[in-house]
């Protein structure tokens, strides 16, 4: 059995965009996610974030997609890469976390709202 080209190009576009939500799950959004739930003015600036970068991805008009979050995920990182950004050796300090880091955990949490819809 012979599948077209485009539908296995697309299930491996899908499944690396979940392995890169997944990763970043791993590294930063479980830990970044139960600091929010015990920190109410963490999980004020995440919920900022995640609005900000649905309204960067035309999120309201357009629905969110796997892809989406982890191409934006990606590029954030690399950006903050190219600038210098370090990411942390050691565990965060979710009393104080960077911009970045609590970027990257708002895409965390639309990432978890795409698995609940």
Same mark, same amino acid.
């Given at each position: 059995?012979?599948?077209?080209f485009?539908?296995?190009?697309?299930?491996?576009?899908?499944?690396?965009?979940? #392995?890169t939500?997944a990763?970043?799950?791993?590294?930063?959004?479980?830990?970044?996610?139960?600091?929010?739930?015990?920190?109410?003015?963490?999980?004020?600036? !995440?919920?900022q974030?995640?609005?900000? !970068?649905?309204? #960067?991805?035309?999120?309201?008009?357009?629905?969110?997609?796997?892809?989406?979050?982890?191409?934006?995920?990606?590029?954030?990182?690399?950006?903050?890469l190219?600038?210098?950004?370090?990411?942390?050796?050691?565990? !965060?300090?979710? #009393?104080?976390?960077?911009?970045?880091?609590?970027?990257?955990?708002? !895409?965390?949490?639309?990432?978890? #709202?795409?698995?609940?819809?």
């Open positions: 059995m012979r599948v077209p485009n539908r296995v190009a697309a299930r491996t576009a899908v499944d690396s965009a979940r #392995s939500l990763a970043l799950t791993v590294s930063v959004g479980t830990v970044g996610l139960a600091a929010a739930t015990a920190r109410p003015g963490l999980l004020a600036q !995440v919920d974030h995640a609005a900000a !970068v649905r309204d #960067s991805l035309d999120g309201d008009r357009t629905p969110l997609t796997a892809a989406a979050l982890a191409g934006y995920a990606e590029g954030v990182r690399a950006a903050a190219e600038h210098g950004w370090v990411p942390p050796a050691a565990p !965060v300090d979710w #009393s104080q976390p960077d911009w970045l880091l609590t970027r990257l955990v708002a !895409v965390c949490a639309l990432a978890r #709202s795409l698995d609940r819809d």
